[in-house]
Structures are given as structure tokens and as C-alpha cells.
T-cell receptor
Framework: DAGITQSPRYKITETGRQVTLMCHQT?????MFWYRQDLGHGLRLIYY???????DKGEVPDGYVVSRSKTENFPLTLESATRSQTSVYFC????????????FGQGTRLTVV | QQQVKQSPQSLIVQKGGISIINCAYE??????FPWYQQFPGKGPALLIA???DVSEKKEGRFTISFNKSAKQFSLHIMDSQPGDSATYFC????????????WGAGTKLIIKP
């Protein structure tokens, strides 16, 4: 199916564990983004990528790692999960780089206990 | 200076009425102001956007009004329908912001039948 898909949709993990959120897009968009959404904060950019093997930090990168070995995949890893990382995570992709034109996935609800 | 302040937090409007959501910003370097619509369990979707050289933009029942001197912009939903019930986010962007969209905190809109 064409589009952008995130997995898993829901995840519960323990403090200190490593967890990876997956994002896959079928459009071959150059740009991909990871956001977190917390009540009262709107969305905040964690990392973005302009192309395969090119990534850069957003507003709130601490505690997260990304990689982009293939254009279509942009996984987000929490190296040692903390309770403050409990959030809904959205992946997005954009053809031209302007984030406002990006298509968003359905989100991953992550709970760190 | 990077903030976008959105109000109200929540809004209840009767079917057929006009829904109005307001946003204010400080950074005069912003040059693109999108609005997003988000339904529960879904990612945000671009609804309508405006540049600061335009005072108003209309798409169907959705209108953005922009007041550059006051550094304010607003979303008007005419003839509001129950299907419009969603959370709405305003945002701001500048080419100098390293791909960072600055998001408002969101407005939860409920349209009563």
C-alpha cells in the first residue's frame, strides 16, 4: 500500500530499555521527519533527514538516535528509555523538504513504565 | 520569540455556526503559516496555509485571516459540521529555521449536532 506507515502502533517498555520505532514510506520522498506530540506542546521535531545517510537534529534530540540507510526507512531509537519519553511519536515525509507539506504516519503511542 | 500561541484550548460550536481559532507569533521572520487538522488516532494533515503577503485565503468552508501588523492569524470554519470535530493546530515556518515548524498547542473543536 502506498503511503507512510509506522510500527508498532502501541508500545509499552520499561525504563532503561532500548526501543526502536519504525517508519516506512513508499513515495521515495527525500525528506523524513520524526516528531513527538505531548499534550499542550503541539508537535516537536526530534530529528529530520534530507536524504539517505544525511540526518540532523531538531528541537528535542536528546536521548534519541536515528539512521537512514535507505530512502524509504527512517527508524527512531530510544537508547535508554525514560518516563519523560512517554509520548505519541509521528513520522512524516516530504518531497520538497518543506515540513509543512509533509505527510504524516498514524503515530506510535509509546509508554515508558 | 519562537513561540506560536494558540487559543482557545477547546471550542464547542453548534452545527452550522462559525468556528474561530486564533494564533499569535513574535518572530517576524516567519514566512509561512499552515493550519493542520488532526483526528483522533491519526497524524496531522495539512488543511490550508498562507504567506504573510496575503491577508486572507479561502478554501471551501475554511478561511485563514492574516494580520501582519498585529502578528496574528486565525482560522475560520464556516457552516461548521460534526465531521469538522478534530484538533486544529496552527504553525509557523521560516526558511532559516532548519526545517523546524513551530507549532501551536492545538485547539480541540467539537461541533454539536
Amino acid at each position: 500500500d502506498a503511503g507512510i506507515t509506522q510500527s508498532p502502533r502501541y508500545k509499552i517498555t520499561e525504563t532503561g530499555r532500548q526501543v526502536t520505532l519504525m517508519c516506512h514510506q513508499t513515495w521515495s520522498h527525500s525528506y523524513m521527519f520524526w516528531y513527538r506530540q505531548d499534550l499542550g506542546h503541539g508537535l516537536r521535531l526530534i530529528y529530520y533527514s534530507a536524504a539517505a545517510d544525511i540526518t540532523d537534529k531538531g528541537e528535542v534530540p536528546d536521548g534519541y538516535v536515528v539512521s537512514r540507510s535507505k530512502t524509504e526507512n527512517f527508524p527512531l531509537t530510544l537508547e535508554s528509555a525514560t518516563r519523560s519519553q512517554t509520548s505519541v511519536y509521528f513520522c512524516a515525509s516530504s518531497e520538497r523538504g518543506h515540513p509543512f507539506g509533509a505527510f504524516f504516519g498514524q503515530g506510535t503511542r509509546l509508554t515508558v513504565v | 520569540q519562537q513561540q506560536v500561541k494558540q487559543s482557545p484550548q477547546s471550542l464547542i460550536v453548534q452545527k452550522g455556526g462559525i468556528s474561530i481559532i486564533n494564533c499569535a507569533y513574535e518572530n517576524t521572520a516567519f514566512d509561512y503559516f499552515p493550519w493542520y487538522q488532526q483526528f483522533p488516532g491519526k497524524g496531522p494533515a495539512l488543511l490550508i496555509a498562507i504567506r504573510p503577503d496575503v491577508s486572507e485565503k479561502k478554501e471551501g468552508r475554511f478561511t485563514i485571516s492574516f494580520n501582519k501588523s498585529a502578528k496574528q492569524f486565525s482560522l475560520h470554519i464556516m457552516d461548521s459540521q460534526p465531521g469538522d470535530s478534530a484538533t486544529y493546530f496552527c504553525a509557523a515556518f521560516t526558511e532559516d529555521s532548519n526545517y523546524q515548524l513551530i507549532w501551536g498547542a492545538g485547539t480541540k473543536l467539537i461541533i454539536k449536532p
